[in-house]
């Protein structure tokens, strides 16, 4: 065997946490009994790790391979027997156990193969279960070149690739088995040409791990929780027993008055847990994330770099790996499970009114789905109280709609008011009592409550972070995460498998320049080996600069200036369009298509804005990737934070640009009667409606809101994995063979999960509300509604993401964490800037100020009587520029000889005429001073809220520091245990030599080897 063959295999083994060190650190009492009796293990693993042991071995690996033509008799027999004999999938309970029906399958690796000749077949069976096979392996040259198969047999070019892709595994494989896990290989499945890998984590290898991930376990040792009294219990009781009917029936949900202590678990204070149990001391979420941890930590160095698991699938050398599902969800003879559990109790549709089984969510996901299903529920439960508040100010706006007298003035025919043309030459005058709907509207969402609510919903924006720190501490010391902050340091800094794969080959490009030799064919191979070995040793000191980075960096610059830009074109496109149609509408020879010019208008360009939005959503989110890939970040932590970074940024921009610009842009700059500001020379820039662009804002973005929550939800959440799921099941089916055996045999769990759609991640999920909040907050001045509906969409998308999690998805790795991370500080962001952007909506977009203006500087008997005609200025038609006239200037019957238009402006018989007024910069004024006052004024009253409430519940912190002194009690105990022992051992011994001194102080001074000897033997006993 190559030594340098059998260095750069252990390489990834020889970590403080490998086997062999583990059993110099700690002893054997740790390891199963045979094991201690066998010495030789270590080289036996080493050098037959294929090899078939028998199955009473417990702790040596053991691989089965179930292929038909591997057991030795043909499959008319094979059938017969299994006929008469008791199934064995029902033994291993179809895929979850191996298949001895003993060892729990913790984790899963698939692979694709080709079916090949029986001389292949034959060659892989000699290659699994023949020790020689191994020097085969060993002696292969550099991955790509053609092989040679014991057979003798030459392989043609064409099957080279997965040559190498097999040798990889076999190789990655071996050094799972050195780090103390058992496989499993199954190759006769339903699904042809799939292989999979089963993986068991035996105890000794748990308990190594868990103590290397300082995993908290609970101890032996058990305290009552502080309980409260008088009132507050009696109130308690009393909300517990009006919500028990909205309760999940679910174990883990219960409240409990007693909690067991939990600790780091360490095997040398084995003593303080409850291992009455061993199968269920670690669950199977545990389980899998300590399989997935060795996962990543083992390489294999047949390639060009060092391959960990990430970059194992990258290349296809596997094709998946996921944990198990605990069972099925569905079925007349299906065994309670969690799965069965969590489907019933929480991803029904039917259960949409109860509380969720957050503990029993976390228990088999883990603590960062929880944690994202805990943030929805208190979010989805805070938008109650803002809900209801909003519908108070919609309605409170109806009732007052006939009470409002500028509505009343604008739709008063009495006034004969006569507006200017909304365009050149095809657009004639108008009534403005036409507008008469529009005005009645935008009171509704316009009116004096509108201030009140958005100070309101600043307000609880506060209180919902504030009531989420704590729910979220509350969940910390129910899930044993209060010491976390080590803990998350040690795994962030575990660096990605492609950051891993950059240094490497910088260093190799490093050391080719410093030594350029040339070598020869034959050495090749070895001289390879042993550069990868020795850059390998010294990838530590390397690291990527920001030189390495900066074509990195300037693409992510060029690339997200260029995808704003192209967000902005977009926008400007919309607008072109809605002037260009406006125009083409005025036309129109029927009066009512010219009444229904700007509602057709509008209607029509948001959704061409929301079905841009939808799709620039999706490319938005692909390039985020592909530019946060680019950049190489070092570890899985930087890699989340950079990409959510860059998908908000982007989906922020694009899903608000649109709004932005109706809220503060539209209007702004249209010019006068007369002097117009013109875009390409040809086209004028749009106005708003006489009642403003506060009901334009409305519409967008109720329809904006609530198509990009209907279709995201229904079309691409349940669609598109529907649709996936359907022609990745119609392809497996073309693929199968029509054999009768394949159709009845049950499927084994694993095939059920590889069915699955893969886990993508929490950021979509995360986004999608994000977005949905900043619908909430920044705008919800123009429309109280938003918070209704942003309630309804979640009582539906609570349970839409559970029954995709439960039934779509591969179960996820569990991934432990305290909080929700860097969506905290975007949440927060959103709550300071919703507070500007109100302010400048209620300044800026609606009348409010206008009218407070009027009110008390220019109203004659203090009511809003008046108030439309002071807000219009006036036009002589005779100063039109030539062409822009209206073709039809009879067209309400008379001739118009003054026009009004929506500004402050000088009258045309004034000396300075069409100039601005003193009316507008006092209104400017009021209008700025407004936005200071309520910016600093709802800031402040943020503030007091986030400083009046504390972060931690008094409850919880009193409970964390009770638990830190039980703790040190118990340490002290079993201190004062120890001492106490030693004390008896000493009296023991006095007493003991007393006695010799009595029996024979003769022979005390003459033999004194055997007096010393008498003291000695009780402490070597």
């Given at each position: ?589 029927t009066p009512s298509g010219r009444s229904s010019v700007r509602v057709t208008v509008t209607a029509t360009a948001v959704i061409i804005n929301l079905v841009v939005i939808i799709i620039l959503d999706e490319v938005y989110g692909c390039i985020a990737r592909w530019l946060t890939q680019i950049e190489v970040p070092k570890t899985d932590k930087n890699f989340e934070e950079r990409l959510i970074f860059k998908a908000f940024l982007l989906k922020f921009v694009n899903a608000y640009t649109p709004i932005f610009y109706v809220a503060f842009f539209k209007g702004r700059f249209v010019g006068r009667p007369g002097d117009y500001v013109y875009i390409f020379h040809s086209f004028r820039m749009e106005e708003c409606a006489p009642g403003g662009c506060l009901m334009e804002l409305c519409i967008q973005l109720s329809i904006i809101m609530l198509g990009k929550q209907l279709i995201q939800n229904n079309l691409f959440e349940i669609g598109i994995p529907k649709m996936k799921k359907f022609i990745r099941y119609m392809k497996l089916k073309r693929r199968r063979s029509l054999d009768h055996e394949e159709h009845v045999k049950k499927k084994q769990r694993y095939e059920v999960d590889y069915n699955l759609e893969p886990f993508a991640g929490l950021t979509p999920e995360y986004m999608e509300m994000i977005i949905q909040f900043g619908f909430v907050t920044l705008f919800v001045a123009s429309f109280p509604l938003a918070p ?234």
């Amino acid at each position: 065997m190559d030594k340098d063959e059998i260095h750069l295999r252990r390489l990834p083994a020889a970590a403080p946490w490998g086997p062999h060190g583990d059993s110099e650190f700690h002893g054997v009492d740790f390891l199963p009994d045979d094991l201690s009796e066998a010495p030789d293990e270590t080289g036996m693993r080493v050098n037959k790790k294929y090899s078939c042991l028998p199955a009473e071995e417990k702790g040596i690996h053991i691989i089965n391979i179930r292929a038909i033509e591997d057991i030795g008799y043909d499959q008319h027999e094979s059938t017969l027997l299994n006929s008469l004999s008791k199934n064995p999938d029902a033994d291993c309970k179809y895929g979850l156990y191996f298949r001895d029906g003993k060892r729990k399958v913790d984790y899963i690796l698939v692979y694709h193969y080709k079916k090949s000749s029986s001389g292949r077949a034959l060659a892989r069976r000699t290659h699994h279960n023949d020790t020689s096979a191994r020097s085969t392996k060993q002696d292969h040259p550099l991955p790509g070149k053609s092989v040679q198969l014991e057979m003798g047999e030459s392989e043609p070019p064409a099957d080279s690739h997965e040559d190498d892709k097999r040798f990889r595994r076999e190789e990655y494989e071996g050094n799972l088995v050195e780090a103390g896990l058992e496989l499993e290989h199954d190759e006769d499945t339903k699904i042809h040409g799939v292989g999979f890998v089963k993986i068991h984590a035996p105890w000794n290898v748990l308990c190594r791990e868990a103590e290397f991930l300082k995993l908290k376990m609970p101890t032996k040792k058990m305290y009552q929780i502080n309980q409260t009294h008088g009132l507050l219990k009696k109130i308690n009781s009393v909300i517990q027993k009006i919500t028990e009917p909205i309760q999940p029936k679910v174990a883990e949900h219960k409240p409990q008055t007693v909690k067991r202590l939990s600790y780091p678990f360490s095997r040398e204070k084995q003593h303080l847990f409850d291992l009455s149990d061993r199968d269920s001391f670690f669950d199977s979420k545990t389980r899998s994330t300590i399989v997935y941890e060795i996962l990543k930590r083992t390489t294999c160095t047949k390639a060009k770099y060092s391959m960990g698991i990430t970059s194992l699938l990258a290349n296809g050398v596997y094709s998946a790996a996921y944990p198990l599902h605990d069972g099925d969800y569905e079925g007349e003879n299906v065994e309670p499970n969690d799965r069965k559990l969590l489907c019933e109790e929480w991803a029904s549709y039917g259960v949409f009114y109860k509380y969720q089984p957050i503990d029993l969510v976390r228990k088999y996901f883990g603590e960062k789905i929880g944690l994202y299903f805990a943030w929805l529920g208190v979010y989805t439960q805070m938008l109650i109280p803002a809900s209801i508040v909003g519908i108070i100010v919609f309605l409170y706006g109806c009732a007052t709609v006939d009470e409002n007298i500028p509505s009343m003035e604008m739709c008063d025919q009495r006034n004969n008011i006569t507006m200017c043309p909304l365009c050149d030459r095809t657009c004639s005058y108008w009534k403005m009592s036409s507008a008469c709907a529009t005005a009645r509207a935008s009171h509704l969402f316009d009116n004096p409550a509108t201030v009140f609510f958005s100070v309101f919903m600043a307000l609880w924006a506060a209180t919902f972070m504030e009531h989420w720190k704590r729910k979220q501490m509350r969940l910390n010391y129910r899930w044993d995460l209060t010491g976390f902050e080590e803990e998350e340091e040690a795994v962030k800094d575990h660096p990605r498998a492609e950051y891993e794969a950059k240094v490497l080959e910088k260093s190799l490009r490093k050391e080719h320049k410093h030594k350029e030799h040339r070598y020869f064919p034959e050495e090749a191979a070895n001289k390879w080996r042993q550069r990868v070995k020795t850059v390998m040793a010294g990838t530590d000191k390397e690291k990527l600069t920001w030189k390495d980075r900066f074509p990195a960096y300037l693409t992510n610059f060029v690339g997200i200036i260029f995808m704003v830009g192209l967000t902005f074109a977009i926008v400007f496109g919309v607008i072109i369009y809605r002037i260009s149609t406006a125009a083409a509408l005025a036309i129109s020879s029927t009066p009512s298509g010219r009444s229904s010019v700007r509602v057709t208008v509008t209607a029509t360009a948001v959704i061409i804005n929301l079905v841009v939005i939808i799709i620039l959503d999706e490319v938005y989110g692909c390039i985020a990737r592909w530019l946060t890939q680019i950049e190489v970040p070092k570890t899985d932590k930087n890699f989340e934070e950079r990409l959510i970074f860059k998908a908000f940024l982007l989906k922020f921009v694009n899903a608000y640009t649109p709004i932005f610009y109706v809220a503060f842009f539209k209007g702004r700059f249209v010019g006068r009667p007369g002097d117009y500001v013109y875009i390409f020379h040809s086209f004028r820039m749009e106005e708003c409606a006489p009642g403003g662009c506060l009901m334009e804002l409305c519409i967008q973005l109720s329809i904006i809101m609530l198509g990009k929550q209907l279709i995201q939800n229904n079309l691409f959440e349940i669609g598109i994995p529907k649709m996936k799921k359907f022609i990745r099941y119609m392809k497996l089916k073309r693929r199968r063979s029509l054999d009768h055996e394949e159709h009845v045999k049950k499927k084994q769990r694993y095939e059920v999960d590889y069915n699955l759609e893969p886990f993508a991640g929490l950021t979509p999920e995360y986004m999608e509300m994000i977005i949905q909040f900043g619908f909430v907050t920044l705008f919800v001045a123009s429309f109280p509604l938003a918070p209704l509906f942003a309630l309804l969409n979640n009582i539906i998308e609570i349970r839409l993401d559970a029954k995709k999690f439960v039934t779509e998805l591969r179960r996820p790795v569990a991934v432990r964490a305290k909080d929700i991370g860097i969506w905290y500080n975007i949440l927060r962001g959103i709550g300071k800037l919703a507070v500007i952007i109100n302010a400048f909506v209620i300044s800026f977009t609606s009348d409010f100020i206008p009218r407070l203006v009027y009110l008390y500087m220019y109203s004659e008997n203090g009511t809003m009587h008046g108030f439309v005609n002071h807000t219009l200025s006036s036009f002589n038609v005779s100063d039109f520029q030539a062409g822009t006239a209206p073709n039809d200037p009879m067209d309400l019957g008379y001739e118009v000889q003054i026009c009004r238009y929506k500004d402050y402006r000088e009258p045309p018989w004034s000396e300075n005429k069409y100039d601005i007024s003193k009316d507008f910069w006092a209104v400017l004024a009021a209008r700025l001073a407004f936005v200071i006052v309520f910016q600093n004024l709802v800031m402040f009253m943020s503030d007091f809220v986030d400083w009046i409430i504390p972060d931690i519940p008094k409850d919880i912190s009193q409970q964390i520091h009770k638990e830190k002194v039980l703790m040190v009690e118990v340490f002290m105990r079993e201190e004062q245990g120890k001492l106490q022992m030693l004390e008896t051992w000493k009296d023991k011994d006095k007493k003991k030599g007393e006695n010799c001194n009595n029996h024979s102080p003769r022979l005390s001074r003459s033999h004194s080897g055997s007096l010393s000897s008498c003291h000695s033997y009780p402490l070597d006993v």
